[in-house]
């Protein structure tokens, strides 16, 4: 019965190690605000995001524009006169949505320039990550940056640091 039960132990004991998993978690905005390459990349979205902004606004403020004027003549014009003028205007105002939707839309020009100039950087923060987990035994590697709630983390647990060295920074 003591060796049956010494067996139990050891065995369960056995089993709660082996199914021990390791984890870690890393930051990615750290990472990211370390790398140089990002920086310019994000200066460069932020600049081209700047200027499609302002030709935006222009256009709107066009729109505006030739609002106020045909309220202002909308007296002096024919019914004729009156609906080439709402046309126009309409008109208008709908290049400026297209443009808007071709700039920022979802798979707008800023959606695919980020991922020109973002994607290949966050693609090798991912393999180092991978290598890291893989070399390190990590099971799970959570992201301290994205919007898990983590109450309680060890900072013996940050692997940021190994990331960036892996990634030659």
């Known amino acids: 019965m003591k060796k049956l ?3 139990l132990v050891l065995s369960f004991f056995t089993i709660t190690v082996t199914q021990a998993q390791k984890f870690a978690y890393i930051d990615t905005d750290y990472i990211l605000n370390k790398i140089p390459e990002f920086k310019q990349a994000q200066d460069k979205l932020d600049a081209l ?3 499609w902004q302002k030709e935006i606004e222009n256009n709107y403020t066009e729109v505006d524009q030739m609002y106020r004027a045909y309220q202002q ?3 002096l014009l024919t019914d004729g006169m009156k609906a080439k003028r709402e046309a126009a205007i309409i008109n208008k105002e709908n290049q400026a949505k297209q443009l808007q939707q071709k700039y ?3 798979k707008g020009d800023l959606y695919l320039k980020r991922q020109e100039l973002i994607k290949p950087i966050q693609d090798k923060i991912y393999d180092a990550i991978q290598q890291l987990a893989t070399t390190s035994k990590y099971a799970i590697v959570f992201d ?3 919007d898990l709630i983590m109450l309680y983390k060890n900072n013996n647990l940050d ?3 190994k990331v960036l060295d892996l ?3």
């Open 159 to 161: 692997k940021s640091d």
């Open 73 to 75: 003549e909308q007296v």
């Open 104 to 106: 920022f839309g979802p």
């Open 49 to 51: 995001s700047a200027d």
């Open 5 to 7: 039960l010494l067996i």
């Open 167 to 169: 990634l030659g920074y």
């Open 144 to 146: 301290s940056s994205s």
